[in-house]
Every structure is written in C-alpha cells, then in structure tokens.
C-alpha cells in the first residue's frame, strides 16, 4: 500500500508542476523522480532488489541473508545509492538507449522540411488522387511525415494548404485542416522514431519493427475513424478561416494542373524526386526489416552484420540520405553545400536534444517507480483470469488520465509506462506486448484540452473558436484514440500473436 502512496505522489508531481505551476517537462519529471527516489525507505528498495533476483534465485524469496555472498554485496551496494544516484542512472540509461535515435530522427525530420522533401511528398499525394480528395491526401501525407517530424511542425506547414484550398472550391475548410490533424497525430503517439512511442517500446521490450507495423497498423484504423467524424462534422457545422492568406506555401503548381493563382508569380523552388523525398523514411524501415534475413545468405553476412537489423545504425544510414538531400537541393542557398548541411544538423541538434532531455528525464522517472516495487502490489490485487486484459484497460484508461491532466501526449505516454512496464513482467499475459505498447499510445490522445499546446495551434492557426475546437480537435483525437484502443484489445483476444 505504501508504493502506492509513493506513486500517487510522483504522478500528483507532474500533474501539479506541468498544469498548475507551469513548470517545464524535464523539470517536472525530475522533480517527480527525485520526490518518489527520496521517499522510498529501504525496505521497499530492498524488497525490489530481492524480486528481481528471484527470477534467477530462488533463495532470494527467503530474503537477503540467504543470497550468496557477491549477490548481497551487489545489492548492499544499490541499497546504499542516493536517491538522486538513481535518478541521474535512470536518466543516463534512456539516454544510452534511445538517445543517438532521437537525434538521427531530428536531423531526418529538419531536412525533409528544408530540402523540399516534404512539399514533394504532400504534392505527389495531391496530384495522385486529385482535389476533389485532397483531404484523403492531406491525412496519407500527414501520417507518413509524423513519423519523423512533430505535429505541430508538420500543421504549420501544410495549413497555408488548407487555406488555399478553401479559396479555390470555398467549402469543406474544416475538412482540410481536420484532415491534417487526423493523419499526423497518430503517427506521433503510435510509430517510432518519435520519443513517445520510443520510449514505450523499450520499456515493454518489443522491437522497433513490431512496434512500426503495430502501430502503422492501429493507426490506419484510428485514422479512418477519425476521417469519418471530421465528414460527419464537416457535414453538420460551417466554419471557414478568420483570415485567409493567398497563396499556398507550396506555390502555384502544387496541385499540378488544379492552379492556384497568386498574386506574386514565384519560380517554385527545385524539389528533390518523390523517390529522393521518400529515402529517408523508407531506408530505416527497410534496414531494420531486412538485416536480420540477411543472414540466410552466407554472400551477405558482412552487411549483415554491419547494419543486422539495429535501429541506430538504420536512423544513421538514413540521417546520411537526408543530409545528401539537403546538400543537393538547398546547398545553393548557403556558401556551400556542406554550410547548408551545417546549418540543418545545428538546428535539428538543438530540437534533438531537447526531446533527448524530456525522454530521458521520463526514463529517470519510470526507473524510481519500479524500484517502489509498485508493480508487484499491483499484479497481485489483479485476478489471475483477466490479467491481461485489465492490464490493457489499466495502460489506456491511466495513459489517458495523464494526458487529461497535464496536456502531453509524450508525458502521458512516458509516464504511463513507468507504472505499466513494471508490472507486465510479474505477469504471464496471454497475448504479444505490442499489444500493450499499442494500449499506452493510444491512451495519449483522449481528452485534449486547453492545456495541450497542440490545442492552441489548431485553433489559432486554423482561425477556429475556442468551442469549435472542442467540438472537433477534441472529439475527433478521443473518437481516434477510443477506437484504436478497441481495435487493440480485440487483436490482443483473438489474435494474440504468442
């Protein structure tokens, strides 16, 4: 019972810290970490430090002085350990981890937006299947860009779009920009290398690629729920833009041959080929996928070992790609090609590092609360029955909780992992742990609200109200995360992949 006053405590921190006090991530989770390591007496360490052992030592169930001497001694010595020790351990940890991913996926995501990756992307997708469904382009293109670009980032770069849009045909504005919020904010929560899901997936232990296919998978479903509501409310409200500025961002050709007429005749500038755009998303899918099968083949065994499937090694080929991208169509702006590579990498290592901070101060968080020991109170009071299925309602029901909370869908995410990782090693689950690394992502996105910063964005950037947005970022990001949550549960009952 008192791990579980400890946890509250930690949670309570980030909520109070992020909504009221307006503290900044890494700080609130820091400050959560050091309270919950602080506060945790060594009865409780001790009784972690004695579960994880009997997994290899059953005399460790009899307690400490029946273990061998250099197993008591190791863990007299983590016993020993200051609370902020094993705060900074657990940050250095995540950082070893997933840190040299995060900053690969920064690098990739800053050149698609500065070579001109991006536009090509988004104007291939208008041009293959027309403006009368652009929208249907708006939500493919938003969703393969969310893997290495943030949410926020990709809506200011396609809502000049959407605006452009509604000039031309003059309905369907809400639409449009819906469209853009649906495609890009599942990806975000549900498919690596974005932080949120980054993080889930190595602490419930499932690798990149199942974590890729999973989440591509449940994101498409939540997504065609969530086009379906943004009809259904295109259909019943009119809303158009307070403001609308001519012309689009990508130029009068964007549409191919549905122009957009501007009042400033620009030369568009050179775009790398769709084939170019897409390497840098494609190359780490594919290394990841195909390394480890090269192994059948004796001919291929030096590359296989070389790139073996490791997702730093195929962020890195594929940051490599990005950054020739970058040289070869945005070098003339600069002195040179390697100063406009200079240029991208600084800015994409300042955004980098500080997601590596949020990340890792997350990880700080979730290596304190398992050493509460919480997980053990909490898969003994679940029924041996239906543990795995309550496990995957506790995962997204606490997932969504914190984010109501605290605004965050990577916070809740990170946060909610901590708790829910633990325990799903004390359990035998029926079924893959994708399925719960698909629970925690889809728990992130109910119930945004005024303390979500990408709330504001929609809403000021879009032109809409305050009300409206309730009425379609909110319900549409509750209706996308309720929906991949059932899609999540009904996959883990009748296709538990074990």
């Given at each position: ?7 509250l405590?930690g949670i ?22 050091a ?9 409780v ?14 005399a ?5 002085d ?11 010595a ?19 981890s997933?840190?040299w ?13 500065q070579s ?14 027309g403006?009368r ?23 200011f770069?396609?809502?000049p779009?959407a ?9 369907s504005?809400?639409?449009?920009v ?5 495609g ?17 997936a ?5 690798d ?5 296919l999973?989440?591509?998978?449940v ?38 041959s549905?122009?957009?007429t501007?009042?400033a ?12 755009a897409l390497l ?11 390394g ?9 065994h030096?590359l296989?070992t ?7 090694v ?15 169509y ?7 090609a ?8 600084t ?6 590092a ?25 898969a ?5 029955e239906s ?7 506790v ?15 990577t ?8 708790i829910i ?15 719960l ?11 945004p ?9 929609v809403s ?5 109200t ?6 379609t ?26």
């Amino acid at each position: 019972m008192f791990s579980a006053v400890i946890l509250l405590c930690g949670i309570a921190t980030v909520v109070v810290t992020i909504a009221g006090l307006r503290w900044h991530p890494i700080l609130a989770l820091i400050a959560a970490a050091a309270l919950i390591a602080a506060i945790t007496p060594r009865s409780v360490l001790e009784q972690y430090e004695l579960h994880a052992v009997a997994r290899q030592d059953p005399a460790a169930r009899k307690g400490l002085d029946h273990l061998a001497g250099s197993t008591r001694e190791q863990i007299e010595a983590n016993l020993q350990k200051r609370p902020l020790t094993r705060v900074i351990e657990g940050f250095l940890n995540t950082c070893k981890s997933i840190g040299w991913v995060i900053a690969m996926a920064a690098i990739i995501g800053k050149c698609l937006l500065q070579s001109g990756a991006a536009e090509r992307i988004i104007r291939a997708a208008l041009r293959l299947v027309g403006e009368r469904r652009a929208p249907w382009a708006f939500v493919a293109s938003g969703f393969v860009l969310g893997v290495p670009v943030f949410f926020d980032t990709i809506f200011f770069l396609m809502i000049p779009l959407a605006k452009s849009l509604y000039l031309k045909t003059r309905k369907s504005y809400l639409l449009y920009v819906m469209s853009i919020v649906v495609g890009a904010t599942m990806a975000h929560s549900l498919v690596p290398p974005t932080p949120g899901p980054l993080l889930v997936a190595k602490e419930v232990g499932i690798d990149f690629w199942a974590a890729v296919l999973g989440g591509s998978i449940v994101g498409v479903i939540s997504v065609a729920a969530g086009y379906a509501y943004c009809v259904w409310a295109n259909r019943r409200w009119t809303i158009v833009p307070d403001t609308v500025e001519s012309p689009s961002i990508f130029g009068p050709a964007a549409l191919g041959s549905s122009v957009i007429t501007s009042s400033a005749d620009t030369t568009p500038e050179p775009a790398p080929p769709l084939w170019f755009a897409l390497l840098p998303i494609v190359i780490p899918l594919a290394l990841i996928l195909v390394g480890p099968q090269l192994n059948h083949w004796q001919s291929y065994h030096v590359l296989s070992t070389a790139v073996g499937g490791d997702k730093n090694v195929a962020l890195t080929v594929a940051a490599i790609a990005a950054m020739w991208m970058q040289a070869v169509y945005r070098g003339e702006r600069s002195a040179s090609a390697t100063s406009s590579i200079w240029q991208a990498t600084t800015s994409a290592m300042r955004d980098g590092a500080l997601t590596i901070m949020i990340t890792a101060s997350g990880g700080a968080l979730g290596t304190v609360i398992r050493q509460t020991d919480i997980a053990d109170v909490i898969a003994s009071s679940m029924p041996q029955e239906s543990s795995g299925v309550l496990l995957l309602v506790v995962a997204f029901v606490v997932t969504a909780l914190v984010r109501c909370a605290q605004g965050s869908a990577t916070v809740s995410m990170i946060t909610a992992v901590g708790i829910i990782a633990p325990v799903a090693t004390h359990l035998s689950l029926p079924y893959h742990s994708v399925y719960l690394y698909l629970a925690i992502g889809c728990g992130s996105k109910p119930l945004p609200w005024m303390n979500d910063s990408g709330f504001w964005i929609v809403s000021r950037m879009s032109g809409m109200t305050t009300v409206e947005t309730f009425k379609t970022f909110t319900v549409a990001l509750t209706v996308m995360g309720c929906v991949g949550f059932v899609a999540t549960l009904l996959g883990a009952c009748f296709l538990p992949l074990r």
